[in-house]
């Protein structure tokens, strides 16, 4: 109950950052509905179902980089992760608490970016949405261990999208199979695997990320 | 109680620290002097458990949650108020009657009415005020505290002054200043780190 507690106050502090300097959603917004902007006039007029769902996935997974990249700024700027890391809370908690916040960033700029997708391409069938949500899961579990680890390194940039893309690829993979294949069953198995199994790793070695 | 031997830090090639033995028993006060770059902040880093040292060992009897670290950075939230802050350390610290803790400690530092504004809008003196508070909020046993000085108006300096006096005896000190003239009456013991 009290890491839950811990937690929940970790993610509301950083869901009321956001509000407050508004840098991260307005600029995922800006960029995902950019992206498709420019993939229907640089397309041939209706594009075959794996190709609309291939670029679906580009643009979910360079917007969720976008956000994760400035996941850790505010704990960088004023190495507040010295303090949070001092605290006697479990140290997974500030993992979890990041990863609802970015999770909660993610989807807000889906739920815009999803019906602009259907406007411009086709439409998502069920199976695709739900494809949507449980990558997005992964993509912040993984993305926020990542992004915790870019944080302390010099060459942050760039060391985020190197870790972070080639860990991805499965959920691309399950991604585009749940909204192109016949059954779609499988892959959405494939992602509930990948979110359990990262988010387990994750959550157990958090620790030992941001202890030196 | 803190002891270390011979107690060392590199990164990389670089050595940062070499050789520091330090014995402090608790309610101690150990003022901590040397030039820039001599490896102070370091090695409050290492008695704070923040870094680990490459040579030698230390032992320390506070856990975690009894130590505060005062730092050159406040460790604090700019978007943030210093009511949002501390009452966000004050829950991950498991800290006892938070509100009035918080209450109390805001109004001795001078933040009270401030208490409501982001730390952003406030002044770098302002903001070590707040840093203070944080490091006390939770009443830790061994305090740590990394030039806390800077930035201090006089009259910010006098409140610390006498809080250190306050915590003198019931808690252990290790103070890192630039100004040992400062804090040389309250000092038990003195480390001079060479550069």
């Not at chain 1, 019906?115 to 993984?142: E, K, N, T």
């Not at chain 2, 400690?105 to 005020?129: C, F, H, I, N, P």
């Not at chain 2, 006498?162 to 309250?186: C, F, I, K």
Request: charge should be neutral; proline fraction near 4%.
């Amino acid at each position: 109950m009290t890491y839950a507690r811990d937690v929940g106050a970790l993610a509301r502090k950083d869901l009321l950052l956001e509000l407050r300097a508004r840098d991260t959603l307005p600029a995922m917004l800006l960029f995902v509905v950019s992206t498709f902007v420019v993939f229907h006039f640089s397309l041939p007029a209706h594009p075959s179902r794996l190709a609309a769902s291939g670029l679906l996935w580009v643009a979910i997974l360079f917007t969720a980089l976008l956000g994760l990249g400035r996941a850790f700024v505010p704990e960088r700027e004023q190495r507040v992760l010295d303090g949070l890391v001092l605290a006697p809370c479990d140290r997974s908690a500030i993992w979890l608490g990041k990863s609802i916040a970015t999770l909660a960033f993610l989807v807000a700029a889906e739920v815009v970016a999803l019906p602009v997708y259907a406007l411009f391409f086709r439409p998502l069938s069920g199976a695709a949405v739900l494809g949507v949500a449980l990558a997005d899961v992964g993509i912040c579990a993984v993305g926020t261990f990542l992004g915790a680890m870019a944080v302390t390194t010099r060459a942050r940039e760039l060391i985020l999208p190197l870790l972070f893309l080639p860990l991805a690829i499965p959920i691309v993979i399950g991604g585009v199979g749940s909204g192109a294949a016949d059954s779609p069953g499988r892959y959405l198995g494939f992602l509930v695997l990948y979110d359990l199994l990262f988010a387990v790793v994750c959550w157990a070695s958090f620790e030992y990320v941001v202890a030196e | 109680m803190l002891v270390a031997r011979r107690l060392g830090k590199r990164y990389g090639e670089k050595r940062v620290l070499r050789g520091i033995d330090l014995e402090l028993s608790r309610g101690g006060f150990l003022v901590i002097t040397g030039a820039n770059g001599s490896g102070k902040t370091t090695l409050l880093r290492i008695c704070a458990g923040l870094a680990q040292p490459t040579e030698g060992r230390i032992e320390r009897d506070a856990e975690r949650a009894q130590v505060g670290y005062l730092a050159h950075e406040p460790l604090v939230y700019r978007e943030l108020s210093a009511l949002e802050n501390l009452e966000l350390y004050g829950r991950l610290y498991r800290v006892p009657e938070r509100r009035e803790r918080i209450g109390m400690l805001l109004e001795r530092y001078g933040l009270w009415d401030v208490r409501r504004d982001r730390v952003a809008d406030y002044s770098r003196g302002m903001t070590q005020r707040l840093a203070l508070c944080r490091t006390l909020l939770h009443d830790p046993a061994l305090l740590v505290l990394d030039e806390p000085f800077t930035a201090l108006d006089e009259s910010g300096a006098a409140l610390l002054d006498a809080q250190l006096a306050e915590l003198r005896g019931e808690r252990t000190l290790m103070v890192s200043t630039h100004d040992p003239g400062r804090v040389a009456s309250l000092a038990t013991a003195r480390l001079e780190l060479a550069a």
